[in-house]
């Protein structure tokens, strides 16, 4: 059972352009969230965090909000530069079970020069 | 940053070999360490978590007996695939935690069994 979905599998930007990246998650006991990226051949670079405390998070050029009332989160990237081109995950835990984490499939995101 | 080193980055091997693949953290001390498998084109899947000196705790249909994880140190563990079979190729990555902190991932290993 996916308790943590990422319905785009892939996304293409224009450079300069705003990358949306979505995540929707099951349980409801979730409280913290994770944005990763991932370059091919390497292994997941932690890139931001919100916890449920809190519906929005602002780190650079990347920004994620949480919307706890739909179990969705998303994740913006603005302006999204080619270097962006790689795998999201997001990834989400609930406070009693630790640093277990459960990961959403991926979305690939290209941003076009 | 936080950097986990994860060893080797590939193997390929034949069918009925045991694979051993480490995880260290290389500039902290991980109170937890996780294995994950990852098939193509689907999510990470977490297999394991381990803490220090103490035994895995295993996620539901993973087997113990075919995947032995040590944890050694607050700075290595080890996943051993026994008997490696060709269903057993995957993407294998680990990552380490300090409590409170975002996990920190290795490279990951691409287990090839023929």
């Known amino acids: 059972d996916q308790q943590v979905k990422q319905n785009s599998p892939s996304l293409s930007v224009q450079e300069g352009r705003i990358s949306i990246l979505n995540c929707d998650y099951t349980?409801?006991?979730?409280?913290?969230f994770l944005w990763y990226k991932k370059y091919p051949a390497e292994g997941p670079t932690f890139l931001i965090s919100i916890s449920s405390i809190k519906d929005k998070n602002e780190d650079g050029r990347f920004t994620v909000f949480l919307n706890k009332s739909a179990k969705h989160l998303s994740l913006h990237i603005v302006p999204s530069q080619p270097g962006d081109s790689a795998v999201y995950f997001c990834?989400?835990?609930?406070?009693?079970?630790?640093?277990?984490?459960?990961f959403g499939t991926g979305t690939s995101l290209t941003v076009i020069p | 940053g936080a950097v986990v080193s994860q060893h080797p980055s590939w193997v390929i091997c034949k069918s009925g070999t045991s694979v051993k693949i480490e995880c260290r953290s290389l500039d902290f001390q991980a109170t937890t360490m996780f294995w994950y498998r990852q098939f193509p084109k689907q999510s990470l899947m977490l297999m394991a978590t381990s803490n220090e000196g103490s035994k895995a705790t295993y996620e539901q249909g993973v087997e113990k007996d075919k995947f032995l994880i040590n944890h050694a140190s607050l700075t290595l563990s080890t996943l051993t695939v026994t008997s490696a079979h060709p269903e057993d190729s995957s993407f294998y990555i680990c990552?380490?935690?300090?409590?409170?902190?975002?996990?920190?991932f290795g490279d990951g290993t691409r287990l090839s069994i023929l």
């Open positions: 990834a989400a835990s609930a406070s009693n079970t630790g640093n277990q984490f459960y």
């Open positions: 349980n409801s006991m979730f409280d913290y």
């Open positions: 990552s380490a935690a300090l409590n409170g902190q975002p996990q920190h």
